[in-house]
């Protein structure tokens, strides 16, 4: 577990806060039981610190146990915008540790959880560990979607790791910056799609903390919907943004195809559902909806190749701008309604074993734990 860095410090975490109300006295407290002492300590090996945004310190200082304040470094950081982007930013950019790891202020994580990733990235000479995830009542959270008994090594197309869209889990400090990741901070949602899918394309060395302490998200961290809603192309813009990059198009075909097959799976479709199920699908959202698929398509024509039946005929809705809200949620619902083989084979037989094919992609997902 040693530090290839000069600093003392082994691990950086970063935890954004936007609101004095949230939990991050908790957050604060599992990363005490992570198995490696604070920077404050005569061995420290672990610094956190809470970036404060556009919030000032004080009050949420304050929800952190007295016995833990003095071991977290507070940041106050204010850019006027929403987005957790530029906080997580800011406080990479003070890190100076090997290893660097992000948290949101409503999560935790299992005891021992830092030691022992770090423990196997270092067994595995990765570059990357991808936490496991699971809800804090239990229940398993199962992406990245990878091959069974995968730990190490990765493959970012037949390990799926495109689900994976928050990098949480240790990144070496030196590869982020060498890689200049950066997390944009005009999009209303989606901030984290781009640096994720340059990590995972990066050829960098990548494991998964398979049977390791998990990172728990908690009930309150549910995301609060704003009194306005956004429109499909804010809401999308991200996607359509990422495939129109020039690093899009450097891309092999079939890292751009699992791109935007994940793109297609869970953000249009499940942008659908939500409108649709909300009784707010409209011709408006429709023809919103069917240039980003148009756009998504364009750039990896192959994407829809290894979708299930019941999947194509939403995409095909989606197309011809469909603007029937309770024909559209019927669609939705009918593609996760998974007691009907429309969801289990494809419309391209050819396509039957692809990784992103229903029966590979459901089985391997039965099997992550």
């Excluded at 800011?90 to 540790?97: D, V, W």
Aim: with cysteine.
């Amino acid at each position: 577990m040693e530090n290839v860095n000069k600093d003392s410090v082994l691990v950086d975490v970063v935890i954004a806060v936007h609101t004095p109300d949230r939990p991050v006295g908790r957050t604060v407290a599992s990363l005490m039981e992570s198995g490696l002492p604070t920077a404050d300590g005569a061995a420290g090996r672990l610094r956190v610190t809470v970036v404060c945004h556009n919030t000032a310190a004080g009050p949420i200082r304050e929800r952190v146990a007295p016995e833990h304040r003095d071991r977290v470094r507070f940041v106050e950081y204010a850019d006027g915008i929403k987005s957790p982007a530029g906080p997580f930013n800011h406080g990479i950019s003070l890190a100076t540790a090997t290893w660097v790891s992000i948290m949101g202020s409503d999560d935790s994580l299992e005891p021992g959880a830092l030691a022992q990733w770090v423990e196997r990235a270092g067994k595995e000479s990765a570059d990357v560990l991808i936490a496991p995830m699971a809800h804090a009542g239990g229940r398993v959270i199962r992406t990245p979607v990878v091959r069974r008994h995968r730990t190490a090594g990765l493959d970012p197309v037949a390990d799926r790791l495109t689900y994976r869209t928050a990098p949480l889990g240790i990144m070496r400090l030196s590869l982020v910056r060498s890689l200049g990741l950066v997390l944009p901070t005009r999009y209303a949602t989606g901030e984290d799609q781009s640096f994720s899918a340059a990590l995972w394309f990066s050829g960098a060395r990548i494991s998964y903390g398979r049977g390791l302490p998990r990172y728990l998200v908690h009930d309150d961290a549910v995301v609060r919907v704003t009194a306005t809603p956004r429109s499909v192309t804010e809401d999308l813009a991200f996607a359509a943004d990422l495939v129109d990059t020039g690093w899009f198009a450097g891309l092999p075909a079939k890292a751009q195809t699992s791109i935007v097959t994940k793109l297609l799976r869970i953000h249009v479709f499940g942008h659908v559902l939500l409108r649709a199920d909300a009784g707010t699908w409209s011709e408006q959202d429709a023809a919103e909806m069917a240039e980003v698929a148009r756009r998504l398509l364009f750039a990896a024509p192959r994407a829809a190749h290894p979708l299930s039946l019941a999947d194509r005929t939403l995409l095909d809705a989606v197309a011809r701008g469909e603007g029937d809200t309770l024909t559209m949620k019927s669609l939705a619902i009918a593609r996760r309604t998974f007691s009907s083989p429309r969801t289990w084979l494809p419309r391209d037989v050819t396509a039957l074993l692809h990784p992103e094919a229903p029966l590979r992609f459901m089985s391997a997902s039965a099997l992550l734990s």
